[in-house]
DNA sequence: TTAGGGTTAG
């Protein structure tokens, strides 16, 4: 038996594709090949250093199967992530005629069982679950345990992924991480760090990185930055910072709540840097809409020589979203389809988002069918799209199409849907569209809601929003905001005022930025002046907000619209935040209603600074030149808008005859136009709604 | 021969 020995040692020495067919041949030469020991040490070599055809054939030849052959050959495929190809080999092996002992066994289960989760096979996973049963030496061991535990949490299934879990008396570190991320993953967040808790201060089980990475990811959902950093401090103290997946995390974390510098800083300070660590740095400018920064990391990573991925080219078309930078959109399409995962549908969806949002709608229409499985975000981004673009009219047609294709919307889609339905006005549809609510079970969903009481706004239909808002009874501030933000838009500033304090005294939801800018717009709508600088005052001092560009822009247009010009000058020019266009916008604005023309030169200034490609700003100062008969100034804009190309976008009316909406470009036709349509549709019924549309 | 983890789209 000393060669066989050998044989073994040489196992031992073998560390590459080259030694491992050396080996092979050897062991041919010398007869051991009916060695059962060595056929299995052969096989799980060729899985290490070959390809999976060469450990198929190897197995193929094999006179003998043991389980432990059997357990090789269903790792090599495993391990290449083949989940489909390993189940399919488990059901051979269980009826293998060849096989001697073809009992699976705790290796067998934990390898299958993977499988299973990964493929959902939910039935199947419970079949060998049963089986277990029947086998408690198997069902015991920690490798199977927490291969159930996995295999449960990834169907979904966390009730019976405890009931494997509390089956062990003494669960090791993995089994407590499974349970820890499988409910990080399902969403339980809060559960994630109470089992957490459990583990270190009940059990004294000490966690290691991965659990941590766990808990990390945990906190970023939750935005529970006080946990978050004290586990950042562990981290440090424990010396897990070279653990890239755990500074990832920690990378990620800061970057879902916003705190950028500290993302930034610790991007910096991580020496060896991988793909996740890119993206999640290069997601977290565009999230937070610093697209420069985004697409200049972007170009920093190719230069470095790290290959972006997948991820990595959505959050850079976010950036270029962000920006309207449809060049550098194009440029990273280009590179999407070079490195193959132009189609994989998350790239998709952001490139048909990334074109509706740089207005060339077209491009995100080829796209889309291009695309081999479109989900329900990809069909959202093009019906968001359409509205976006002014093409609203669209967007019931392409939800009627993504409900013929068999795709059932979530309650982000419906949010998506009812905000573009908004767009256009149409009350039926918007009943339409609350029926389909309310048989799909998304009643109680407080963001649902808050759409629906915008849709009804929009349309009109300020008595079927107040219905919606008073049905709902636990009233989060995201509803209040929306019927708030309803009677602004109608004008009634004096009941949007009631609501607020309604609010404000008679519930438990807080107002927020949001609420500030509703109940602010309200006030500038309806004329208000006094209220709402009383309630830009309350938003500082009683609810310690700090009031972005946004609410600026909204004072200044009070103070504007009630011709408090100077004012309205000095609040921009004592600004904390940077003046963005919009500010200035409301400022010129009024100065045109004023006839303020010094004033309005200023702002015009300032806001061609900002964004000198703006049709619409040009217009508004050619409009105040022309009311105040400043000809020559007038013909100057006229000709600079001429000579930058610049178009504004026409506004259009649109019309719903039956089924149908029709639009027509806003001028002086518009009238005859409808009454052609009045003409060939003769008696039949017309006319849902009549809107002009600004776009 | 075996385990648990980090980035993305509406």
């Avoid at 755990?246 to 991007?267: C, Q, R, W």
């Avoid at 994989?344 to 291009?370: G, Q």
Wanted: charged share 20%; net charge neutral; glycine share 8%.
């Amino acid at each position: 038996m000393k060669g066989r020995e050998f044989l073994i040692n040489l196992c031992k020495a073998c560390n590459d594709g080259k030694s491992t067919a050396k080996l092979h041949s050897q062991i041919l030469k010398t007869g051991f090949s009916h060695d059962s020991f060595l056929a299995t040490k052969l096989t799980s070599l060729y899985s290490n250093f070959s390809s999976i055809e060469q450990v198929q054939k190897l197995f193929d030849e094999m006179p003998q199967r043991t389980v432990y052959l059997w357990n090789s050959i269903l790792r090599a495929y495993s391990k290449r992530k083949r989940w489909k190809k390993t189940w399919v080999l488990f059901k051979n092996m269980i009826s293998d005629e060849k096989g001697e002992e073809n009992v699976p066994d705790n290796y067998t289960l934990s390898t299958v069982l993977k499988a299973c989760a990964e493929l959902q096979l939910l039935k199947h996973g419970e079949i060998l679950h049963g089986f277990l049963w029947k086998h408690e030496k198997i069902r015991l061991d920690l490798f199977v345990g927490s291969a159930l535990i996995e295999f449960y949490s990834k169907c979904g299934e966390m009730s019976d992924a405890s009931k494997v879990f509390n089956e062990f008396e003494k669960p090791d570190v993995v089994l407590w991480t499974s349970m820890v991320s499988g409910y990080e993953q399902n969403g339980y967040f809060e559960k994630a760090i109470a089992f957490f808790s459990r583990m270190v201060l009940e059990e004294g089980v000490d966690p290691d990185r991965v659990t941590l990475v766990s808990l990390v990811s945990a906190c970023a959902k939750l935005m529970n930055l006080k946990l978050g950093r004290s586990v950042h401090g562990f981290v440090v103290r424990r010396g897990f910072e070279s653990e890239l997946s755990l500074v990832n995390a920690l990378l990620n974390m800061y970057a879902k709540t916003g705190i950028v510098k500290v993302a930034e800083i610790l991007f910096r300070m991580i020496e060896v840097k991988d793909v996740v660590t890119w993206s999640s740095m290069i997601g977290c400018y565009s999230r937070n809409g610093a697209s420069v920064e985004s697409l200049n990391l972007f170009n920093e990573m190719i230069n470095r020589g790290c290959r972006p991925n997948a991820v990595t080219v959505v959050s850079a078309l976010q950036a270029c979203a962000v920006a309207c930078d449809l060049d550098e959109g194009r440029r990273i399409h280009e590179l999407a389809t070079k490195r193959g995962f132009e189609l994989e549908v998350s790239v998709s969806t952001a490139l048909i988002d990334m074109y509706m949002k740089c207005l060339s709608p077209d491009e995100a229409v080829n796209v889309f069918r291009k695309m081999p499985g479109k989900d329900v975000v990809a069909w959202v981004a093009l019906l968001s799209g359409y509205a976006l673009n002014g093409m609203a009219n669209k967007s019931i047609g392409i939800f009627k199409d993504m409900l013929c294709s068999g795709i059932q919307p979530d309650a982000v889609s419906m949010v998506k849907i009812l905000a573009s339905s908004s767009e256009l006005g149409i009350l039926h549809q918007a009943e339409c569209l609350h029926g389909y609510v309310t048989s799909s079970g998304f009643d109680n969903n407080a963001f649902i809601g808050a759409s629906l009481i915008e849709l009804y706004s929009k349309c009109g239909s300020l008595d079927y929003a107040i219905k919606v808002f008073e049905g709902i009874i636990d009233k989060d501030v995201v509803l209040w905001s929306a019927m708030i933000a309803g009677f602004g838009i109608h004008g009634r500033g004096e009941e949007a005022l009631k609501l607020f304090h309604r609010m404000v005294k008679s519930s438990a939801a807080r107002p927020n930025d949001v609420t500030f800018v509703s109940i602010l717009s309200a006030c500038s709508h309806a004329g208000l002046l006094l209220q709402g600088i009383e309630i830009f005052h309350m938003m500082v001092n009683d609810y310690g907000l700090h009031p972005g560009s946004e609410h600026y822009g909204i004072v200044v247009d009070l103070l504007g619209r009630t011709g408090e010009l100077e004012k309205a000058m000095d609040i921009i020019n004592r600004m904390p935040v940077p003046v963005e266009p919009h500010v200035w916008g409301a400022l010129l604005a009024a100065c045109r209603i004023h006839h303020n023309v010094e004033i309005g030169e200023v702002a015009a200034k300032n806001l061609l600074c900002l964004d000198s490609n703006h049709a619409g700003y040009y217009i508004l100062l050619s409009n105040m030149y022309s009311v105040d008969g400043k000809w020559g100034n007038l013909a100057k804009i006229r000709s600079l808008i001429k000579e930058k190309g610049l178009k504004k976008m026409i506004g259009q009316s649109m019309i719903e005859i039956r089924n149908e909406v029709h639009s027509f470009v806003a001028d002086d036709k518009l009238h005859p136009e409808c009454e052609k349509i009045y003409e060939l549709v003769g008696q039949l019924e017309v006319i849902l709604k009549l809107q002009l549309q600004h776009i």
